[in-house]
């Protein structure tokens, strides 16, 4: 039998879409999860990203930090922390938020500090002053790449979400890592077809977010990345 | 920190860093060779980059633990389900940086080549894709990075690699050995980008220092 059909014979299952633990539930905590590291980091990422990329200061720590955040390996550092401190709320939320605001600090810094000097001069020109600056001008142009570091760090969280199930988190990484545990491999397949599924749909989400949010003027550039 | 854990178990230690630099080379340097005709081939035509970029996009979204666990059937508990793994996610990361770097090829250097006779096939392989090199190396800095991280996670569908130092660590609440494991995967990473910077600047000397 192939991955689709264990994980299909599983996901179908009535058994698995009632009472606590059930599919519903987990998608529920799975992506409670996801979101709230998102938004924590989101809230700290992007104003630190706009500050830089409008002052400059700090670039050279923002440029090095985009090639040193993919080598932490996350497993390590979720284990790290729920041996040092025991399971928790910090324990898993900590590291999570740590993991995705790499992501969306570069890519905001990025659009920030790639408008064009023109752009940035015409504004100056017209009276505008350095907060009308940074949020009528430069984030709006910044936009696209903003939504490209939040579309990223969001499917980070939804695999980096999955691998916490190791160190006692819910959500649908608890089917992967109780049915390795057990040798069972139904509900392995079936809960990493669901995390397929939930991080494909963030993706589509975030497809759909950027043609709402990006300026009609700046949908063509945002498309190339 | 146990200092004497690590003297003991030196050997284990060795031979778990030499697994996860394999499982993480070996995938990027695959990634390498299939990502540059397939870029090739997407910069040419240009209908195919746009599906191209597409599928890219969504299996780069499928989680590592996710698809290790889908290619478990096919290729069972193995080395070699980790590297078919990474090397996706390595061609994820490279092709468009392939098509990236041979766009960027400017317009007036093409020309130039066809003026001094170069046919199609010279053009590519002398003029195209040396310039597109630092672009090229810049996409393998992020696969082999990557692959080495993300190879520690196979340990959780027991493939071996520095990641047993966390699943051990942890089982024994002796933080020593998650921290040498994760500073063996920073280390053998870091050391890798800089290989590749030096490659780069081996063979671009040309290029802007």
């Given at each position: 039998?192939?991955?689709?059909?264990?994980?299909?014979?599983?996901?179908?299952q009535?058994?698995?879409?009632?009472?606590?633990?059930?599919?519903?539930?987990?998608?529920?905590?799975?992506?409670?999860?996801s979101?709230?590291?998102?938004?924590?980091?989101?809230?700290i990422?992007?104003?630190?990203?706009?500050?830089?990329?409008?002052?400059?200061?700090?670039?050279?720590?923002?440029?090095?930090?985009?090639?040193?955040?993919?080598?932490?390996?996350?497993?390590?550092?979720?284990?790290?922390?729920?041996?040092?401190?025991?399971?928790?709320?910090?324990?898993?939320?900590?590291?999570?938020?740590?993991?995705?605001?790499?992501?969306?600090?570069?890519?905001?810094?990025?659009?920030?500090?790639?408008?064009?000097?023109?752009?940035?001069?015409?504004?100056?020109?017209?009276?505008?002053?350095?907060?009308?600056?940074?949020?009528?001008?430069?984030?709006?142009?910044?936009?696209?790449?903003?939504?490209?570091?939040?579309?990223?760090?969001?499917?980070?969280?939804?695999?980096?979400?999955?691998?916490?199930?190791?160190?006692?988190?819910?959500?649908l990484?608890?089917?992967?890592?109780?049915?390795?545990?057990?040798?069972?491999?139904?509900?392995?397949?079936?809960?990493?077809?669901?995390?397929?599924?939930?991080?494909?749909?963030?993706l589509?989400?975030?497809?759909?977010?950027?043609?709402?949010?990006?300026p009609?003027?700046?949908?063509?550039?945002?498309?190339?990345? | 920190?146990?200092?004497?854990w690590?003297?003991?178990?030196?050997?284990?230690?060795?031979?778990?860093?030499?697994?996860?630099?394999?499982?993480?080379?070996?995938?990027?340097?695959?990634?390498?060779?299939?990502?540059?005709?397939?870029?090739?081939?997407?910069?040419?035509?240009?209908?195919?980059?746009?599906?191209?970029?597409?599928?890219?996009?969504?299996?780069?979204?499928?989680?590592?633990?996710?698809?290790?666990?889908?290619?478990?059937?096919?290729?069972?508990?193995?080395?070699?389900?980790?590297?078919?793994?990474?090397?996706?996610?390595?061609?994820?990361?490279?092709?468009?940086?392939?098509?990236?770097?041979?766009?960027?090829?400017?317009?007036?250097?093409?020309?130039?080549?066809?003026?001094?006779?170069?046919?199609?096939?010279?053009?590519?392989?002398?003029?195209?894709l040396?310039?597109?090199?630092?672009v090229?190396?810049?996409g393998?800095?992020?696969?082999?990075?990557?692959?080495?991280?993300?190879?520690?996670?196979?340990?959780?569908?027991?493939?071996?690699?520095?990641?047993?130092?966390?699943?051990?660590?942890?089982?024994?609440?002796?933080?020593?050995?998650?921290?040498?494991?994760?500073?063996?995967?920073?280390?053998?990473?870091?050391?890798?980008?800089?290989?590749?910077?030096?490659?780069?600047?081996?063979?671009?000397?040309w290029?802007?220092?």
């Open positions: 039998m192939s991955f689709f059909t264990f994980a299909w014979d599983w996901v179908t009535a058994a698995n879409w009632h009472g606590p633990g059930s599919i519903p539930h987990q998608v529920l905590a799975h992506l409670g999860y979101g709230l590291s998102l938004l924590v980091a989101a809230l990422a992007i104003p630190l990203g706009i500050a830089i990329g409008h002052t400059g200061r700090g670039a050279v720590f923002v440029v090095n930090l985009a090639n040193a955040w993919r080598a932490i390996p996350t497993l390590g550092l979720l284990i790290l922390l729920a041996v040092l401190l025991g399971f928790s709320f910090v324990t898993w939320l900590v590291p999570l938020v740590v993991l995705a605001i790499p992501p969306i600090l570069v890519n905001t810094y990025e659009g920030v500090a790639g408008v064009d000097r023109g752009v940035k001069d015409a504004a100056l020109g017209a009276g505008m002053t350095g907060w009308q600056q940074v949020t009528r001008v430069e984030v709006p142009i910044a936009m696209p790449l903003i939504l490209v570091g939040l579309r990223t760090a969001a499917i980070f969280m939804v695999a980096t979400a999955t691998i916490a199930a190791y160190i006692g988190l819910g959500g990484g608890r089917y992967i890592v109780d049915g390795l545990a057990s040798d069972q491999y139904g509900p392995v397949a079936g809960g990493a077809l669901l995390v397929i599924i939930l991080a494909v749909a963030v589509a989400l975030f497809a759909g977010l950027s043609r709402l949010i990006i009609a003027g700046l949908r063509r550039q945002g498309r190339s990345e | 920190m146990s200092w004497s690590v003297s003991v178990n030196g050997s284990l230690i060795w031979q778990l860093t030499r697994q996860t630099a394999y499982l993480g080379v070996v995938p990027a340097l695959i990634g390498l060779a299939i990502s540059v005709p397939l870029g090739v081939t997407a910069a040419r035509w240009r209908w195919f980059s746009p599906p191209a970029l597409a599928a890219v996009n969504v299996i780069y979204a499928i989680p590592s633990l996710a698809l290790f666990i889908a290619l478990i059937p096919a290729l069972g508990l193995s080395d070699t389900n980790v590297i078919v793994a990474l090397t996706l996610f390595s061609l994820c990361i490279m092709v468009p940086n392939v098509i990236a770097g041979l766009r960027s090829v400017a317009e007036p250097v093409r020309q130039a080549a066809t003026a001094m006779g170069y046919g199609q096939l010279r053009q590519l392989v002398g003029v195209e040396p310039l597109a090199t630092p090229i190396i810049g393998l800095r992020v696969a082999v990075v990557s692959s080495i991280s993300l190879a520690s996670v196979g340990q959780l569908i027991g493939v071996s690699s520095l990641g047993y130092l966390f699943i051990d660590g942890l089982q024994r609440s002796f933080p020593t050995e998650i921290y040498v494991g994760l500073v063996l995967i920073i280390v053998l990473a870091l050391a890798c980008d800089l290989v590749l910077v030096g490659a780069r600047r081996a063979l671009t000397p290029a802007a220092r």
